[in-house]
């Protein structure tokens, strides 16, 4: 049995039927030109049905505060073989991801499931994941992911997801001895109490700088209400789709900016855009909330991530003066982390963002939030990968929106491209594939700002 963490219980706390908690992928293949393509979908849909048990944390389900074996392990159950209706489209797929992406995983059972999507055009099909965020966070369900796939088309890869081997699991983890497990709680508390100077310090230093107004932080009670910060339905609209990531690195080059800072900057100026069309746009900046990894391990479950508050300069009309912003408020908070231990920042993070968690959990306080939205990035494979021989053309996340947080933006980098996935509330934000235009309108002006254009 594994102890749930803190982050874990709270992304339990927070689900409800409007706001489920399960992030995901959609992986778009190009089936093989030497495969049949009336019969290779079915053909490796066998394949994933045949008897592989799964492994950690695909075999886990929830048992009170900690994670154990399911011994009824029902594969009909997670794993779905659909074909789309014809003509087959990718605004037919993102719609079934859309639909599926918003239904709640069953707590009964592993928090899980998979979908093989055929009859896509072009030649192509889909698998689209999802997993709740209690049990993976972003960069552990990549490298899960990344680890399902092949470098060539030649190597043999039948295992599906739920059962990819992994590193050997430790007696530590593996125990169930009751001794055991009050031995890893009582040193996970000395690790807590341990952190308790540093984290002091910090909670100081921020206090601080949130009295002084200094323009560099960024504090919980700086986001202004906007549309995007409004109660959300249980209905979701995604939208995705691809950008050349060597325009994006050479504007950070060229600015001195890191690529993050960029994509922010991007994120920044779509959004401006997409506001000021609905006559939306608040005076104040918008704030992103920007999770952070911590996870300096090949472990596989649980969450390791901490984040960090981003002035995306909304206010301002030039694309260079919002670069500027986010560059510095940026720095500011990584250098604030860059002070502490690894354990330091969770606790220091959970100190910070408590009061907006205990929020976003009661709604005691609906009219305030600490963001506006999450903006969060995935490092993805550097190379082409395959799966079944078949070449995987497009990787796009699929994440969570929250109760006055209708909009979430996750990107994945793949080879030469930088892969966006939007996920939003259906009825609170209209016609939110527009952003996606937006968002190359945006690259453009920082490519003008860099004299790239």
């Known amino acids: 049995m594994r102890a749930l963490g803190p982050i874990d219980q ?81 605004r037919e797929l993102l719609a079934y991801v859309s639909q599926q992406h918003s239904a709640l995983l069953d707590r009964a059972k592993p928090l899980w499931e998979c979908h093989l999507i055929e009859g896509i055009e072009g030649n192509r099909f889909a698998l689209y994941f999802k997993v709740h965020h209690s049990m993976v966070d972003g960069v552990a369900g990549m490298r899960i992911a990344q680890q399902m796939l092949a470098d060539t088309p030649e190597e043999k890869t039948d295992t599906p997801l739920w059962a990819v081997s992994r590193r050997k699991r430790t007696q530590k983890e593996e125990s169930n001895n009751p001794i055991s497990v009050f031995a890893n709680i009582m040193n996970t508390l000395r690790d807590q109490v341990s952190t308790i100077p540093t984290v002091s310090r910090e909670l100081a230093k921020a206090i601080r700088s949130s009295y002084h107004h200094d323009p560099e932080y960024v504090s919980v009670f700086q986001a202004p209400r906007s549309i995007l ?31 993050n800072d960029v994509v922010l900057a991007m994120c920044a100026g779509a959004l401006r855009t997409y506001m000021q069309e609905l006559n939306a746009l608040p005076e104040k900046p918008l704030i992103a909330m920007v999770p952070v990894s911590l996870r300096r ?42 002070r502490m231990s690894q354990a330091e920042i969770m606790n220091y993070s959970a ?4 009061i907006s968690g205990a929020n976003l959990i009661t709604g005691i306080a609906p009219k305030w939030q600490a963001c506006n939205l999450v903006i969060s990035n995935v490092p993805g494979p550097q190379a082409p990968k395959y799966w079944h021989g078949a070449k995987l053309s497009g990787l796009y996340p699929v994440s969570i929106v929250l109760d006055g947080m209708a909009l979430n933006i996750t990107m994945t980098s793949y080879v030469d491209t930088l892969e966006f996935g939007l996920i939003a509330c259906r009825k609170a934000l209209p016609s939110m594939q527009r952003l996606l235009t937006y968002l190359e309108d945006s690259l453009m002006e920082l490519e003008r700002v860099a004299r790239l254009a």
């Open 10 to 90: 709270l992304f339990l706390w927070l689900e409800r039927r409007q706001q489920p908690m399960h992030v995901g992928g959609l992986m778009l293949f190009d089936i093989p030109e030497d495969a049949d393509p009336e019969s290779f979908v079915h053909e490796v849909a066998e394949k994933m049905r045949q008897l592989t048990p799964p492994v950690r944390p695909f075999n886990q389900h929830l048992q009170g505060m900690f994670w154990a074996e399911d011994d009824e392990f029902d594969l009909e159950h997670h794993f779905r073989h659909i074909a789309l209706p014809e003509p087959g489209r990718i």
């Open 229 to 259: 910060n409004q109660r959300v339905s249980g209905s979701r609209r995604f939208a995705a789709q691809s950008y050349d990531l060597n325009r994006i690195k050479a504007v950070s080059k060229t600015t001195g900016c890191t690529i």
């Open 297 to 338: 391990d090949d472990s596989e479950g649980g969450n390791q991530i901490s984040m960090l508050l981003a002035n995306l300069a909304t206010d301002l009309p030039e694309a260079a003066d919002r670069l500027a912003v986010i560059r510095r408020t940026m720095k500011n908070s990584k250098d604030r982390l860059q």
């Open 351 to 354: 100190m910070i963002y408590s």
